[in-house]
C-alpha cells in the first residue's frame, strides 16, 4: 500500500510534471505567437508609415515639379514679352531714326533754298546799289593846305594860293 501511495504521488508528480512541462510549451507557444503577431503589427505600422512617408515626399516632390514647371513657363513668357519689347523698341527706334534723317534732309534743303536765295538777293542788291570807291581828292593838296593853317595859324591869308589850288583840282575831279 505504500508502494501504491507512493506510486500515486508519483505519477501525480509527474503528472503535474507533464501539465506544468505542458502549460509551459503552450505559454512559450502563446508567448511566440504574441510575439509574432507584434512583430507582425509592428511591421504593418512600419511598412504604412513608411508607404505614408513615402506618399508624402512624392507629393512634396511632385508639388515642387509643379512650382518648377510654372516658375520656368512664367521665365518663359517674361522672355517672350522681353523680347517683343526689345522688337517694339527697335521698331520704333527705326521709326525716329527715319523721322530724325527725314528732318536732316529737309533742314538741308531747307539751308540749301535759303542760302541760294539769299546770295540771289545779294547779288541783286549789289546789282542794283552798285559800290563807288571812293579816293580822297586831290589830297596831298589837302596835307599841305592844313599843313600851311597849322604853320600860319594868325596869318591864314598867306594859304589862299594853295586853297585856290586845291579848289581848281576839286572842281576838275567833279566833272
Do not use: W
Not at 102 to 129: G, I, N, P, W
Amino acid at each position: 500500500v505504500a508502494n501504491d501511495e507512493e506510486l500515486k504521488k508519483r505519477i501525480a508528480e509527474e503528472l503535474a510534471l507533464e501539465r506544468a512541462r505542458r502549460d509551459s510549451e503552450a505559454q512559450k507557444r502563446r508567448l511566440r505567437q504574441e510575439q509574432m503577431y507584434v512583430r507582425d503589427e509592428f511591421g504593418k505600422l512600419l511598412e504604412q508609415e513608411r508607404i505614408s512617408s513615402n506618399e508624402h515626399l512624392t507629393r512634396a516632390i511632385l508639388r515642387e515639379r509643379a512650382a518648377t514647371e510654372e516658375e520656368r513657363q512664367k521665365a518663359q513668357r517674361f522672355a517672350r514679352q522681353l523680347e517683343e519689347k526689345d522688337r517694339e523698341l527697335k521698331k520704333h527706334d527705326a521709326y525716329y531714326k527715319e523721322q530724325l534723317a527725314r528732318l536732316e534732309e529737309r533742314s538741308a534743303q531747307f539751308y540749301k533754298v535759303t542760302t541760294e536765295q539769299y546770295q540771289k538777293a545779294a547779288d541783286e542788291v549789289s546789282a542794283r546799289f552798285k559800290r563807288y570807291e571812293s579816293h580822297p581828292i586831290c589830297a596831298d593838296l589837302q596835307d599841305k593846305i592844313l599843313q600851311c593853317y597849322r604853320q600860319h595859324a594868325q596869318e591864314t591869308l598867306s594859304c589862299s594860293a594853295l586853297a585856290s589850288q586845291y579848289l581848281h583840282c576839286v572842281n576838275t575831279a567833279k566833272q
